[in-house]
């Protein structure tokens, strides 16, 4: 018995994998504390309550236990690992249980098709595999980092390791449970060949055909750069050693990440082949490895694949060099206008301003513009739906692209808006602020001059608060909806709500805000230094634009034209038949 599965997560896919493999059966899945009882459906015979820690070995116990009985002789058990309706053990819940399944009330599980497995695997189901006498054999080729951390964890989980190598006997470092052999000896040991070197060095490969013949080949193998070949690994290696079945996968996990376990990070493993049952039986050694194997169709998916890992944030890039020539232009411009202005014209030197006052205003500045670039490119589609008249044309590839990295986007100016906040909660501490308040009471007080109270000063300034408190808030709870723990718990129609009318409601306030802010001041003429007006006033230009353009949108006439054709309705159903033939650029 294998040490494997004993340490595997509990879930309940192991009950069900389990139950669909023997056929029609009882599963009850529970996550929660209670006592599970294995039972063989047909004669409703009991055999005993397990732990849920405990429920995958107890299973594997009984499993053998079950098959050195009279019963191996008749046709195969069709056992299920149930748990009770009530949490405690005992005979009365599985009773309950029982009579409930008699009663129609607890769902028959169709009969699933059995894993197909090749003769040289020990058994057919991953649990029985596990359950075995023999376990299955697996082929690594190569020794190195990867091969020794992938059979390591594979002989953890219960699976027999042979490594091909080209210098058996001086291989070091390996696990002690594994043999090691020249590559043509290993190769007849499994129909399963891991092969864990690198793409350079598969020329040997071809020398193996023979042996290899029929076997499935899985290609972990990387790049150093990103399309460095005409074709992928996996193909390069299907076409160097015909009549195998190669699959691509684990090239997303490090064998540092094998040896350590923490997986958390890189849990899925893509995989893809042209021979589905190959796929299927490479699937089951990464779930058996506790990864989730994600099927990417066929080899001509390798590439994409293959590319996977050596890409650096691809959905960030965009939105982060445009937030970094924001903050530097808004940055500079806000120096022209208050630092460099004073020193030529006044001769004072205000380059105290430089680390808190100039990036609080570049913070906000940024925020509010990348909000307003979220939704810019909703607005920009409609107006092109709108003008073509119809939604069966691609949009350009920069719209698709601006489209895609909205969400980082809106991260990104999330983190500006944080910033601003943080920047604007350490103003009373502030020299600078400090003294020219007191400045401001000792002039009062010399001058005998009172300083009235203004109501609208001080609706002004309780206005501009609340409204970028407001706005803050709402941009937080869009950040919280982004996460894809969050997101995937609401429907489709939920996700849209809160980003598209709570997004559009966050645009308004923080909008509000800053024009509140700016008061009287922004149109002044007085306020502009060497022609250029405050950073605010260029900072709304985007937002103002776009809420204008959407206010439009949403005029019935024009919003009714937009849903139809985003419905499908066209104004000249040729044109889109002539771009469907090609006719006309997308
Ligand atoms: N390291 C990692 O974290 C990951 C690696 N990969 C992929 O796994 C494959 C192996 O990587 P890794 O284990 O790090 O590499 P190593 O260089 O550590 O090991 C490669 C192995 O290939 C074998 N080999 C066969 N022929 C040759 C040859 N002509 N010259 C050199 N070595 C040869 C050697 O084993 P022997 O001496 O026994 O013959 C060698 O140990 C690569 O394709 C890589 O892209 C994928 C994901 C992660
Ligand atoms: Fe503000």
Request: charged residues 15%; positive net charge; aromatic residues 10%.
């Amino acid at each position: 018995m294998g040490n494997g599965i004993l340490g595997q997560k509990e879930n309940c896919a192991l009950d069900r994998t389990f139950a669909q493999a023997q056929g029609p059966s009882t599963c009850v899945p529970s996550t929660k504390q209670e006592s599970y009882f294995l039972y063989d459906v047909k004669t409703e015979n009991a055999f005993f309550p397990c732990e849920p820690s405990l429920r995958s070995g107890l299973l594997k116990l009984s499993v053998a236990k079950h098959r050195s009985t009279e019963h191996r002789a008749a046709s195969p058990p069709s056992l299920a690992l149930v748990a009770p309706c009530s949490s405690g053990a005992g005979p009365q819940p599985l009773q309950k249980h029982l009579s409930r399944r008699k009663a129609g009330l607890v769902a028959e599980l169709p009969p699933a098709p059995m894993p197909v497995m090749e003769k040289t695997s020990t058994d057919a189901s991953p649990l029985t595999m596990h359950s075995s006498e023999k376990q299955e054999t697996v082929c690594i080729f190569g020794t190195g980092d990867f091969g020794r951390s992938l059979g390591l964890k594979m002989l953890q989980c219960g699976y027999s390791i042979v490594f091909g190598s080209r210098t058996p006997g001086m291989s070091s470092l390996l696990p002690s449970d594994a043999e090691v052999m020249s590559y043509s000896d290993a190769a007849q040991k499994s129909d399963i060949i891991i092969i864990t070197i690198h793409r350079e060095h598969y020329d040997f490969l071809t020398e193996l055909t023979e042996v290899l013949k029929g076997k499935i080949l899985v290609d972990v193998s990387n790049n150093l750069k990103i399309n460095q070949y005409p074709e992928s690994n996996a193909e390069y290696l299907a076409q160097l050693v015909p009549g195998t079945h190669v699959v691509k996968a684990f090239n997303t996990i490090s064998a540092w990440a094998l040896q350590s376990g923490a997986l958390d990070a890189s849990r899925q493993v893509f995989i893809c082949g042209n021979d589905s049952k190959a796929k299927q039986r490479v699937m089951d050694v990464v779930r058996s490895l506790g990864l989730t194997p994600l099927d990417k169709g066929s080899l001509m998916a390798a590439n994409e694949i293959e590319n996977y890992p050596l890409q650096l944030f691809p959905m960030w890039r965009f939105p982060f060099y445009l937030s970094a020539v924001l903050c530097v232009f808004f940055f500079f411009y806000c120096v022209i206008r208050e630092v460099i202005y004073p020193y030529v014209y006044e001769k004072r030197d205000r380059t105290f301003r430089l680390p808190i006052s100039i990036p609080n205003r570049v913070f906000p500045i940024a925020a509010l513009t990348l909000l307003a670039l979220v939704y810019l490119p909703g607005v920009v589609a409609a107006i092109l739906q709108l003008y073509r008249g119809t939604k069966y044309r691609r949009f350009p590839d920069w719209l698709d692209h601006w489209m895609l990295c909205r969400k980082q986007l809106g991260l990104i100016a999330l983190g500006f808006a944080f910033l601003h906040v943080l920047y604007t909660l350490v103003i009373p501490i502030r020299y600078y602020v400090r003294w020219t308040s007191n400045n401001r009471t000792i002039t009062q007080v010399i001058t005998k001059k009172e300083n009235p109270f203004s109501t609208t000063n001080s609706w002004l300034s309780d206005s501009y608060i609340a409204l970028g408190m407001l706005g803050f808030f709402l941009f937080v709870l869009l950040g919280i909806t982004s996460l894809p723990s969050v997101s995937n718990m609401v429907n489709w129609r939920e996700f849209r709500f809160v980003q598209s009318k709570l997004g559009y409601l966050t645009l308004i306030l923080c909008t509000a805000h800053t024009l509140v802010y700016g008061g009287k001041r922004f149109l002044n003429p007085s306020n502009l230094v060497w022609y250029l007006p405050s950073a605010y006033v260029i900072a709304l230009i985007i937002p103002c634009t776009v809420l204008v353009i959407k206010f439009i949108l949403i005029l019935p006439c024009i919003d009714k034209t937009l849903m139809r054709i985003r419905q499908g309705w066209e104004r000249n159903p040729k044109y889109s038949e002539s771009s469907l033939n090609g006719k006309t650029d997308i």
